[in-house]
């Protein structure tokens, strides 16, 4: 069985800072990983997913994730943030359906 | 392309009575997947469909079903509506793919906010 933990229900950060939202899964298989971001009132968006290849996965707005198979981890990172990054996060895992976390706020601090 | 189409965008029920609710998935997608959003629990799997079969089912009671059409069009039904269905309904296409299912991407659309009272 797959599924994701996130770390974090509300992360701050102040704007320019470094963003770090962590994930950490759980499957019996090679995982397929996704982190979507939702704004207030819409749906989800793909920033970025790890299926095969290289670890470290550059995704739209400068955000990056890395896949670290021996911690089962793949944090987002932004090296600075912006107050138009302040928004849910989630992290999902996908085996025969996909399983997401339960999510982080993040908030940016201008 | 247009993107992931669900409507209505909001909807306002009472206890006991029913809902349906449509999503228009990509054009070319053949998988339409939905789930239910809310604070408490985050996002729930409710069911995928898939050239017209239901292909996976979350843990949701039988009041919870679904369907789609031929042109890949979804409907989800919640009978017997509760004050614990107050949600936002997501919908999600993707490609479908055989032997790429597993990487995927869905795509969603804005959701369907529902209120029970």
């Known amino acids: 069985a797959q599924s994701v933990t996130q770390l974090g229900s509300h992360v701050s950060v102040s704007e320019g800072a470094l963003v770090l939202l962590r994930c950490n899964y759980s499957?019996?298989?090679?995982?397929?990983l996704f982190w979507y971001v939702q704004y207030p009132n819409q749906g989800l968006q793909l920033l970025l997913k790890?299926?095969?290849?290289?670890?470290l996965v550059k995704g739209i707005n400068g955000f990056e994730a890395e896949f670290k198979k021996s911690e089962t981890s793949f944090h987002l990172t932004k090296p600075s943030a912006h107050m138009s990054d302040a928004a849910e996060y989630f992290c999902?895992?996908?085996?025969?359906?996909?399983?997401f976390g339960t999510g982080t706020s993040l908030t940016v601090i201008p | 392309k247009a993107g992931v189409t669900q409507t209505p965008r909001y909807l306002i029920k009472t206890r006991g009575q029913q809902v349906t609710l449509s999503c228009s998935p990509i054009?070319?997608?053949?998988?339409v997947s939905w789930y239910q959003q809310t604070p408490g629990q985050g996002l729930q799997f409710l069911f995928e469909?898939?050239?017209?079969?239901?292909?996976n089912k979350g843990n949701f009671p039988g009041r919870f079903s679904g369907r789609q059409f031929s042109n890949s069009r979804s409907e989800m039904n919640v009978s017997t509506l509760e004050l614990g269905d107050s949600a936002l309904y997501l919908c999600?296409?993707?490609?479908?793919?055989?032997?790429?299912?597993?990487?995927?991407?869905?795509?969603f659309g804005p959701g369907t906010r529902l209120t029970v009272l």
């Open positions: 999600a296409s993707s490609p479908g793919l055989a032997g790429a299912r597993a990487t995927d991407t869905q795509y």
């Open positions: 499957s019996s298989v090679p995982p397929y």
């Open positions: 790890y299926t095969t290849g290289a670890t």
């Open positions: 999902a895992v996908r085996g025969g359906q996909f399983y």
């Open positions: 054009s070319g997608h053949r998988s």
């Open positions: 469909y898939f050239s017209e079969t239901q292909r």
